[in-house]
């Protein structure tokens, strides 16, 4: 079958010194759903931006390949990569606020999403709200009027119009308060049962990956150091697979 991902010897460098990221390599299978978890600068949001074509100089891929089903990207140019992104991979980051338009309402900004998609966009419009669990007056709302949680779950609702093959979600509930990131995280999955989304969830938090991914990548320095089930993770020989293992059994013990 083909992956929807597949990510091979990725190497992302900045000027001469050691490789950001170093022959990095994993699969996602259609519909799946995996996290990428690691310390705060082991590289989770370069292979991110490498992913979603967002890269910008000084930082370079240097080596590897990067399909999307089966399809080369590494190579497109950037009208090409305009298209992908939205069509067929998605990217939500940890400061939603970026991705929205300040000075135009949410209905406007969905259902422009939906023109894009191709699809009517007022009843879609409202049912990604639902979906996301947020009411339909908030579609009259300008982003400076929404939460953090609130926008998060606008994105989602994006995601949802334009069914992208794979969806990113860099660190899409830090900051947030555990009960908006429940919600954020049933929107999230939601979004991935409607759509057959293959999903690579990023966190430092093993338990907000668990509430997603039953499959976890583990990166330590720029390498991929462990790619296992997240019940396994307390096992693994990878010191830093064990680490995040610990850590999130100890907050789950304290809480
Ligand atoms: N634009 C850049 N130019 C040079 N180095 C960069 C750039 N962006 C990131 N790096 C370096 O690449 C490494 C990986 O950064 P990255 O942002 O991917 O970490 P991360 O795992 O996402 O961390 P966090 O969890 O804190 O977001 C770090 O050493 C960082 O300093």
Redesign the pocket.
Known sequence: MVKALSVKDLTIT?GVARP?LDRVGFDLAPGERVGLV?A????????AGALCGLLRP??RVSGGSVRLDGREVLDLSAASWRRVRGERIFQIFQSPGTALTPGRRIRTQLTETARLAGVEAKATVAAALDAVALERRVAEFFPYQLSGGMKQRVLIAMALILRPRILIAD?PTTGLDVLTEREVLAALNTMADETGAAVLFIS?DLRAVQEVAGRVLV?EH?RLVENASVSNLSLSPARAARQLAEAAHALQGAC
């Open positions: 900045c950001l690691g705060s600068g082991c590289g989770k949001s370069l292979t000084p930082l660190e430092h990166m720029g």
